[in-house]
């Protein structure tokens, strides 16, 4: 078996890309828990129907009577599955009952996905630019208001960027080498993906439009095609039958986040040309 080699300058990026997440980082791991990691986290716990998940919808109530008007155990699973594929919500409830809810634990998982994101946006960088691209890039991921803010919270937005770099990683690397072992591993992400937030299918239509325009240099069989196809399909057909069961996600779903995304797309350039 091949040893691994790191060099010098990959070891020293990335030991400061390390050094400066934890300082950021570390001090917000026992931060304060936020309406939607409350809110998130009697979700996770309402099939114990336990004391804790309880007291996460005895705070609803008092501190965010708004967000506690439809609140149900029942209910909510079904819309949160309805926003969210289930591996998160799954991971969560496995992770609160071996090591509790309090606010360090909750955020272990969000911080660990984020040191990820931070190292494989390296990676990325240094594949398609070179090393110092890839140290810029991910040095300004570090230090981003966002990725700070949402790495010490138990929601699934560090999660969703992290596989959607991994895949990233995986897809460049295999058209750049054209290695099977990584198209089979940007399968295993495809499906992670999937699992883990719907906009993944996003993704993969553009994925699987570069395979189909580069299949014969790459060797994609039709099998590929065949089951990305069913797997958009059923995935319309899911969007559509929860539109018309839960009138909720009309107004805080797919059709909100694509209309913001184009209005992001059409106002940032004018923005930064003012």
């Known amino acids: 078996m091949p040893k691994l080699h790191i060099s010098k300058n990959t070891f020293f990026h990335g030991s400061l890309l390390i050094i400066f997440y934890l300082i950021i980082r570390l001090p917000l791991i026992n931060g304060g828990l936020w309406h939607d990691e409350i ?9 114990d129907k336990s004391e ?8 609803i109530s008092s501190e965010y009577p708004w967000l506690a008007e439809n609140f149900n155990r029942s209910s909510d699973w079904k819309r949160q599955i309805s926003l969210h594929p289930p591996f998160i919500s799954i991971f969560y409830a496995v992770w609160i009952k071996i090591f509790g809810d309090s606010e360090i634990s909750l955020h272990i998982p969000p911080i660990i996905a984020g040191i990820l994101t931070v190292i494989v946006l390296y990676l990325l960088g240094t594949l398609i630019f070179d090393k110092n691209v890839g140290f810029l890039a991910a040095l300004a991921l570090t230090f981003s208001a966002p990725h700070i803010t949402y790495s010490a919270m138990a929601v699934p937005a560090m999660f969703e960027m992290c596989i959607f770099l991994i895949s990233l990683y995986f897809f460049f690397k295999f058209m750049l080498v054209e290695d099977r072992k990584y198209f089979n591993l940007l399968l295993l992400c495809n499906a992670m993906g999937i699992l883990i937030y719907y906009h993944y299918f996003v993704y993969i239509i553009m994925q699987t439009a570069v395979f189909w325009f580069s299949k014969q240099r790459l060797k994609i069989t039709m099998s590929y095609f065949a089951v990305a196809l069913l797997s958009l399909f059923s995935f319309f057909w899911f969007v559509l039958y929860n539109y018309q069961q839960n009138k909720y996600l009309l107004g805080h779903w797919q059709l909100n986040d ?17």
Do not use: G
Request: aromatic share 12%; charged share 20%.
């Open 258 to 274: 694509i209309k913001t995304t184009l209005k992001n797309i059409t106002y940032l350039p004018i923005t930064f040309s003012n």
């Open 39 to 47: 809110y998130n986290t009697s979700i996770y716990l309402a099939p």
């Open 52 to 59: 804790i998940a309880i007291e996460r919808e005895d705070a």
